[in-house]
T-cell receptor, first 113, second 114 residues
Framework: DAGVIQSPRHEVTEMGQEVTLRCKPISGHNSLFWYRQTMMRGLELLIYFNNNVPIDDSGMPEDRFSAKMPNASFSTLKIQPSEPRDSAVYFCASSLARAGRQFFGPGTRLTVL | DAKTTQPNSMESNEEEPVHLPCNHS???????IHWYRQLPSQGPEYVIHGLTSNVNNRMASLAIAEDRKSSTLILHRATLRDAAVYYCILRETGGNTGNTPLVFGKGTRLSVIA
């Protein structure tokens, strides 16, 4: 198994541009999580899905952030418009409900200039 | 989720055992104790978890106090590759917690000296 796949691994963009981060969870997993990591705030949950349905998006900082999971094998996190304070590493994780363990992707390092 | 308290940093010599403590005085009866670690420039990875009894796996051992208000992650023989931030996390129930998020604290940064 390839594990959780995230793309791109690095993204540099200018303020105001739209950014789309992508995640492919492990096949068969039914829960997907988006986390963000910064030096100031550490690792924090943005949103998570169970069976492709968003369960809790209270961690999404603003309306500029949106996430979708159109099917069990793909999810996107979009920032529009992006701002310098959005610079962070964004992690996607997936899990199978009964197993409990979460498997994290390698992350996308976003830099907004 | 109940909160945990960990030392900010610890240091160990290579090939020696490491005991990483975690306090969780407000743990409830249904909380499992999970440990994850994050190696430099990588995503977090699962290490071990337990409820009441001590647990062992190929990566580490987890020793849980009898009153469950504290636990210790034990790396039996630290290597340079074990240098990471270790997070102690409480999660309600074990069998069906795959569909709830992890709440990360600051963790313990472990340095391993050659």
């Amino acid at each position: 198994d390839a594990g959780v796949i995230q793309s791109p691994r690095h993204e540099v963009t200018e303020m105001g541009q739209e950014v789309t981060l992508r995640c492919k969870p492990i096949s068969g997993h039914n829960s997907l999580f988006w986390y963000r990591q910064t030096m100031m705030r550490g690792l924090e949950l943005l949103i998570y899905f169970n069976n492709n349905v968003p369960i809790d998006d209270s961690g999404m900082p603003e309306d500029r952030f949106s996430a979708k999971m159109p099917n069990a094998s793909f999810s996107t996190l979009k920032i529009q418009p992006s701002e310098p304070r959005d610079s962070a590493v964004y992690f996607c994780a997936s899990s199978l409900a009964r197993a409990g363990r979460q498997f994290f992707g390698p992350g996308t390092r976003l830099t907004v200039l | 989720d109940a909160k945990t308290t960990q030392p900010n940093s610890m240091e160990s010599n290579e090939e020696e055992p490491v005991h990483l403590p975690c306090n969780h005085s407000t743990i409830s009866g249904t909380d499992y104790i999970h440990w994850y670690r994050q190696l430099p420039s990588q995503g977090p990875e699962y290490v071990i978890h337990g409820l009441t009894s001590n647990v062992n796996n190929r990566m580490a051992s987890l020793a849980i106090a009898e009153d469950r208000k504290s636990s210790t992650l034990i790396l039996h023989r630290a290597t340079l590759r074990d240098a990471a931030v270790y997070y102690c996390i409480l999660r309600e129930t074990g069998g069906n917690t795959g569909n709830t998020p992890l709440v990360f604290g600051k963790g313990t940064r472990l340095s391993v000296i050659a």
